[in-house]
């Protein structure tokens, strides 16, 4: 058996693998080289794992047992320094020599950087592999700057700003996804990306960045201006990594020279070398490099076609579509959108803030840019790649894949090759779903099987219509409350409304035929049974998050954080005594106030915390359940009891409310606040349930936010007392605790069901007191009890 050496464990070095394995999986001996000590993983899923909608264990493409079922020796965090060409052998950091009868370099890119003052102080990064994203998770500091408004600039903002930083993106041009976006796409993706809090600067030259004890302090533009910052992350793009092949006598012009077939050209013999192969961003073809994953896989699969001797495959550049899909702004630009003279067709529905623009030369479209719903983006595609002549679906262009009696556009997903690419972010094609379908009762289990439609989304929709097409089925598509199961969320909180009995966690699981049990679904079906049966049912701890289980908040060095209750951000003497007493018993490092108006007593060994709350509980106070999904506090002004302008008795309402709401589990936190008066001190407009005082009585304000996303209230009503107040707060409260979904913050259930509906819920005093009547008058489960 021929040895083959794999240099590099990116994705087109796996997809060379892959598809080697495909065709002939006798013929090699594989052995894989890689820098990183990491398992192969998917890069394009780097985003998610910095804005922790997914782990890194999520998004390992290759682990052991698949190395090992395939006889493949991998060799993880050693470095090739040498090709000796001449003896076909590599040579190894750990001065290991191996011998090859083919190699494949796969070496990838490095990120430029800036070529600028302050380019190497801790704390400027690039955003390329899972160093960089454990870097930024673990950074502290509150704001960032991201230079670079490209693809992988706006996907490292957003996140950085999904982890909680303030974040600013600089651009030396005038709008975002400049070469793949028109202006006033880029503006609509511009408005979507500020309404999450992203900030811009746009035409702005970045100058310096200068430190402060040997950390970013702050960045100072061309312009004069500066900007203040604990990170900078240098998205500006990349430079093929050719080092190795330079060194070793092969041709190199920005890129690693290749021919059709994916081989290397030799300097010594002066001609291409049918034993050393080269793919991914590390290539230069005809001139041009490569960033996007479908023209990486493409080559593999050349490269993989000539090492096991089916030589009829050559690598063909074409247009390769740009998706961008960042928590529903979803972006795909296919084409060259820049000629001034074509035609351009242009939709835009305000209501859903979708728009296309299309562009047409001597009817052939050259260019499709999608925002916010890029379902026709593989039908545009196609007609641009294919050249197809548009003049008889001209009219309907704008609508999409229409059918027609036209053989030669016909429906996307019917007439695409079988070969074609459907998921950039796995490399799933449309054959690899077909025949997936077979063994799979719904599109769920096409998901699990291929993997398609689990990494960005933006594939979901042509995925869904293959899957349609062979099947004869139309695909409602239902989100699984968790991968042990193909149930929704709200298949499984009927069942639980439905039970004459209680149930425990497991019990439902069974009833249900979970495969397993996870996190996620013991969370959620232990808030449910709670909510459903409230006292009469024992909250599960041990199916609790683990902050609840611990009554802190688990920091990043592994230490917790507790914080006590202050009802109105009230306290007294005596308790800021006992509280110092005991944060100096225990040597408890930092003690800060909090957003809420409370105490936070940081940096605590997970050995202190019973005995630290006992202490606390015995000076008279409570947890304050900062990590927990319940009521947090309710921040209140001092009122009209010292302040001029108070109208009211804002710190009174706020005991009185967090009383009415104490210690309930709900789906999320949950956060109040009362405003003496219209000045708003307290922010109650960007709480989950707020109040603005005024002389004639108290306006009511829900659903806003301010984290990851800033929304303010939505106006609901006004009352004239106090008692009014609370009982509509109660009622409400139960309200989302019956019919909101699990870790379902109060905006989002709003913006799921619409304020006229929670309106309509509660639109009479009956249904006030039903409601209000119906929310348990205490926790079931004491927090002192379970500590």
Not at 16 to 29: C, F, M, S
Not at 150 to 177: D, H, K, Q, W, Y
Not at 575 to 604: H, N
Request: charged share 25%.
């Amino acid at each position: 058996m021929k040895n083959l050496i794999i240099v590099g464990t990116g994705m087109s070095a796996m997809r060379v693998v892959d598809e080697v394995l495909t065709l002939n999986p006798a013929k090699y001996q594989i052995t894989l080289i890689g820098e990183e000590n990491y398992l192969p993983y998917n890069r394009i899923m780097l985003s998610p794992v910095l804005s922790e909608e997914k782990t890194f264990q999520d998004i390992i493409t290759h682990d052991d047992k698949y190395f090992k079922e395939n006889n493949i020796t991998f060799k993880p965090g050693l470095k090739v320094i040498d090709i000796h060409k001449d003896d076909k052998n590599v040579l190894l950091s750990n001065e290991e020599v191996l011998h090859y009868d083919k190699l494949v370099l796969c070496t990838g890119s490095t990120s430029f950087i800036l070529p600028i003052p302050g380019n190497n102080i801790d704390g400027v990064i690039s955003f390329r592999d899972i160093n960089d994203v454990k870097f930024m998770k673990s950074a502290r500091g509150k704001s960032a700057v991201v230079i670079g408004s490209g693809l992988l600039g706006l996907e490292a903002a957003n996140g950085l700003n999904e982890l909680g930083f303030l974040t600013t993106v600089i651009s030396n041009v005038g709008s975002l996804m400049d070469r793949q976006l028109d202006i006033e796409s880029s503006k609509l993706l511009q408005t979507s990306l500020e309404g999450k809090g992203i900030k811009f600067r746009f035409n702005t030259n970045t100058k310096e960045i200068h430190s402060k004890y040997d950390k970013v302090s702050y960045v100072e533009f061309e312009d004069g201006s500066e900007t203040t910052t604990d990170l900078v992350i240098m998205a500006v793009g990349i430079t093929p990594n050719d080092s190795l092949a330079k060194g070793s006598g092969i041709k190199c012009n920005h890129g690693i020279l290749v021919n059709d077939h994916m081989q290397t050209y030799s300097e010594f013999t002066d001609d291409w070398d049918s034993s050393i192969y080269s793919v991914g961003e590390c290539v230069s073809h005809k001139g041009t490099n490569f960033g996007l994953v479908a023209p990486l896989f493409d080559q593999a699969a050349v490269c993989a076609s000539h090492l096991v001797g089916i030589s009829e495959k050559i690598f063909n550049s074409k247009e390769y579509p740009t998706r961008l899909k960042i928590s529903g702004t979803d972006v795909f630009s296919v084409g060259d959108f820049t000629s001034k003279s074509d035609d351009v067709l242009i939709s835009f529905d305000e209501a859903n803030i979708t728009r296309k623009r299309l562009t047409i030369n001597n009817d052939i479209l050259t260019s499709a840019v999608l925002i916010s719903d890029s379902s026709d983006g593989l039908f545009y595609e196609k007609l641009i790649s294919n050249k197809t002549n548009i003049s008889n679906i001209r009219k309907t262009l704008l609508f999409g894949d229409i059918r027609t009696n036209t053989d030669e556009v016909g429906n996307a997903t019917e007439l695409m090759p079988n070969d074609e690419q459907v998921c950039g972010c796995l490399g799933v094609s449309k054959a690899d779903i077909i025949k997936s379908i077979p063994f799979c009762s719904s599109f769920s289990e096409v998901q699990k099987e291929t993997g398609c439609a689990t990494g960005c989304g933006g594939c979901r929709t042509v995925a869904t219509q293959i899957y349609d097409f062979v099947t004869g089925l139309d695909t409602i598509e239902k989100l699984a409350l968790c991968d042990c199961t193909t149930l929704s969320t709200e298949e499984v909180r009927a069942h639980i409304r439905g039970l004459e009995e209680i149930k425990t966690v497991n019990e439902v699981r069974e009833k249900l035929n979970f495969d397993g049990s996870c996190d996620k679904c013991s969370s959620a079906i232990n808030y449910y049974l709670s909510s459903q049966f409230d006292e009469l049912y024992v909250h599960s701890n041990k199916n609790s998050p683990h902050n609840e289980m611990m009554h802190a908040n688990l920091q990043n060095d592994g230490t917790y954080s507790i914080v006590p209750q202050m009802q109105g951000g009230l306290t007294t003497p005596s308790e800021l005594r006992a509280l110092a007493d005991i944060a100096v018993k225990y040597e408890v490092p930092t003690v800060k106030i909090t957003g809420g108006q409370r105490i936070d007593l940081l940096g605590i060994p997970e050995d202190n915390l019973k005995p630290m709350w006992k202490e606390i509980a015995n000076a008279g106070m409570e947890s304050g359940y900062a990590y927990g999904k319940a009521t947090r506090t309710c921040k209140s002004c001092v009122g009209k009891e010292h302040c001029l302008m108070g109208t009211q008795d804002s710190i009174g309402l706020a005991i009185k409310m967090e009383n009415a709401v104490w210690s309930h589990f709900m789906p999320h936190k949950f956060k109040m606040g009362v405003s003496g008066c219209p000045r708003n001190c307290a922010e109650a407009t960007i709480k989950d349930f707020g109040v603005i005082c005024t002389e004639k009585g108290y306006e009511i304000h829900v659903a806003g936010a301010c984290g990851i996303r800033t929304k303010a209230c939505l106006k609901d009503r006004f009352f004239e007392t106090e008692d009014e107040v609370v009982e509509y707060l109660k009622a409400f409260v139960q309200l989302y605790r019956e019919e909101a979904n699990y870790l379902e913050r109060v905006m989002h259930f709003e913006e799921r069901v619409g304020l006229d509906y929670i309106q309509n819920k509660l639109d009479t005093d009956e249904m006030i007191k039903f409601y209000s009547s119906r929310l348990p008058k205490t926790n079931a489960n004491p927090w002192m009890d379970r500590v």
